[in-house]
């Protein structure tokens, strides 16, 4: 089962270069979203998507995109990289429910990006 | 300045002692998770508590949520080497998919 999949797993960018965070997910949950992991900082929430064509901003969005035109893919994007965004990105996925209860997200394995 | 605040930031003991890491909140959640996270991996969820007061176990692990909802804890018995990792703690407000993560808490255990 593949679940969440994260591609690349590991990149190194110069500051100024742009590029894409690949995240697929093929259990059809309507619920998608993009997290940063960096030392004592947990998990801080960049964008996500409760379905195809909608997305909205999370804790941290500044210098970072994201589109999702199908329910199985959701890109992050890079613009023009920094080096305060050396981290560790995971994506996530989950189905949608309402607010009396959790639901699991399920994540990727995660792509740590270095920017130089 | 975080919503949520796990202490300790980093445990070591040895193999046979117990440990409680905590999540503490000025804020109410609707649900409170628990992910344990293994080195190179994401994290993997290990409960769902969403009453106040509300207790689950699971084998060695306790978890606890907190009568007003602003507060969990995690106590771990007899704790094995299998359960080093990283220990987080999440919330859910008002809509139930959006999570709000705590620092984590680093538990090493010792053989």
């Known amino acids: 089962n593949a679940g969440v999949t994260q591609t690349p797993k590991f990149q190194v960018l110069k500051t100024g270069q742009s590029m894409t965070l690949q995240c697929a997910q093929d259990m059809n949950h309507e619920y998608m979203s993009w997290y940063r992991q960096d030392p004592g900082m947990g998990l801080r929430l960049i964008h996500y998507s409760v379905g195809a064509g909608i997305t909205d901003q999370g804790e941290v969005p500044n210098g970072y995109n994201v589109s999702r035109s199908t329910t199985e893919d959701f890109p992050l994007r890079l613009l023009s990289a920094a080096p305060s965004q050396t981290s560790v990105y995971f994506c996530?996925?989950?189905?949608?429910?309402?607010?009396?209860?959790?639901?699991?997200?399920?994540f990727g394995q995660g792509t740590r990006l270095t920017v130089v | 300045t975080q919503l949520l605040e796990q202490s300790p930031q980093f445990l070591s003991i040895q193999e046979g002692e117990n440990l409680t890491v905590y999540c503490n909140s000025s804020s109410v959640f609707s649900s409170l998770q628990w992910y344990r996270q293994e080195p190179g991996e994401g994290p993997v969820l290990l409960v769902t508590?969403?009453?106040?007061?509300e207790v689950k176990k699971l084998k060695r692990l306790t978890f606890q949520f907190g009568d007003a909802r602003k507060d969990s804890s995690l106590h771990i018995t007899a704790a094995q080497p299998g359960d080093t990792g990283l220990y987080l703690c999440?919330?859910?407000?008002?809509?139930?998919?959006?999570?709000?993560f705590g620092g984590g808490t680093r538990v090493l255990v010792k053989p």
């Open positions: 996530a996925s989950s189905y949608r429910q309402g607010p009396s209860w959790g639901t699991e997200a399920f």
């Open positions: 999440a919330g859910a407000q008002a809509a139930g998919n959006k999570l709000t």
């Open positions: 508590v969403v009453t106040g007061g």
